[in-house]
């Protein structure tokens, strides 16, 4: 009932009436299972089944000329997109797809009328995570956000790959459920000792010092198949394989240490580290699809960067197999997905949302 745009913007519910509506929530429990997809697509089922016996069936709408492929709220009806709030000193909002206080718009219709970027109401709401319950829910707009809390970035370029079922079930039918390939144009760098490196794990590589395929997989199998990785945002998941692998390599590292964010993950080892619990993985602002030189002085390039999928198991939480192949490789296997993603981002002070405790409300 929610999911088709407003007949015309002015249908447009104001912003203090939804949050009035949604003030049933407040205190309502919600428990949080530690993967962000899920935790957001619930809270967006909650907010839709609170505001849609407001409203009537609605038809596709004839007016409408133009509709964006991308960055359209999921909730269409009040172009309204929902955000789970926890725990931290501050909050990272993340805008997919459009850049979010702009007049660029999203839907047109036939008088010439559009709702745009900036006319999407964001609606936040605060998880206690220790009565697993509703705290809060702020209803603003990106205007706000920006006028209180500065620009959101400069637009991050994502790229995905594909790696289908079927082919994610070729791998784990294996004897070991791996699929690997020897390393690309990497030969004066690479050594069979998986332990020996002379420099800090974020410094370039060495000449010598990179462990090669061949001698990581051996060690990979034994030690990550069968893994447990507890339930989390894929980010912080991905980061507990990261010290792992790491660890393994004999780096100077604890889960307290601050992992340098970049790419490639593991920037001594020229080697990459995600984790696939979606047949949609996300590869960053580079892509092996296009070769762009990543150490510049040292002819190393994204096609030679060495990419280590670990495939997760969804009911276990486990490690069942892993993918290790260059950058070179991963599109002779899986597929790249042609269009861009990006996202705008814009970090929020966690005592905004605290000082509306036990309130729905709209801040304009």
């Not at 051996?218 to 980061?239: C, F, W």
Request: hydrophobic share 35%; net charge negative.
């Amino acid at each position: 009932m929610l999911s088709l745009p407003p007949l015309n913007p002015l249908n447009l519910t104001p912003g203090t009436v939804i949050a009035k509506r949604l003030e049933t929530l407040v205190g309502q429990p919600f428990e949080l299972t530690g993967k962000s997809r899920t935790d957001g697509s619930n809270i967006r089922k909650a907010v839709t089944s609170c505001l849609e016996p407001h409203y009537d069936n609605q038809s596709e709408n004839p007016n409408i000329v133009m509709m964006a492929e991308k960055g359209i709220p999921k909730i269409k009806r009040e172009m309204i997109d929902t955000y789970v709030v926890t725990t931290g000193n501050s909050y990272n909002l993340q805008v997919w797809n459009r850049i979010p206080n702009s007049e660029d718009a999203l839907i047109e219709y036939k008088n010439g009328d559009c709702l745009t970027c900036a006319d999407v109401r964001l609606v936040f709401v605060k998880v206690d995570t220790e009565k697993n319950a509703i705290e809060s829910i702020v209803v603003t707009t990106p205007s706000y956000i920006e006028n209180h809390f500065g620009k959101f970035g400069v637009p991050t370029i994502k790229w995905q790959l594909i790696i289908s079922d079927s082919k994610r079930q070729e791998i784990l039918s294996r004897n070991p459920p791996v699929l690997v390939e020897p390393d690309f144009n990497l030969d004066e760098y690479l050594n069979s000792n998986i332990t020996y490196h002379s420099m800090d794990m974020f410094d370039e590589p060495q000449e010598g010092e990179v462990a090669s395929i061949q001698s990581l997989e051996p060690v990979l199998i034994n030690n990550l198949i069968g893994k447990t990785i507890n339930p989390a945002a894929t980010k912080n998941r991905g980061q507990t394989l990261e010290y792992s692998v790491i660890s393994l390599l004999d780096y100077d590292v604890s889960e307290d240490s601050v992992l340098a964010g970049g790419y490639p993950d593991l920037p001594n080892q020229a080697l990459e580290i995600k984790i696939q619990d979606s047949p949609t993985v996300d590869l960053g602002k580079y892509s092996p699809q296009f070769e762009t030189e990543v150490y510049s002085d040292l002819d190393i390039t994204t096609e030679s960067i060495r990419y280590l999928i670990a495939l997760m198991n969804k009911e276990t939480n486990e490690i069942e197999g892993f993918i290790l192949v260059p950058g070179k490789s991963l599109g002779e296997h899986f597929s790249y997905v042609a269009d861009k993603n990006f996202k705008c981002q814009r970090s929020i002070p966690m005592s905004f949302f605290e000082e509306h405790k036990g309130k729905s409300i709209y801040i304009e």
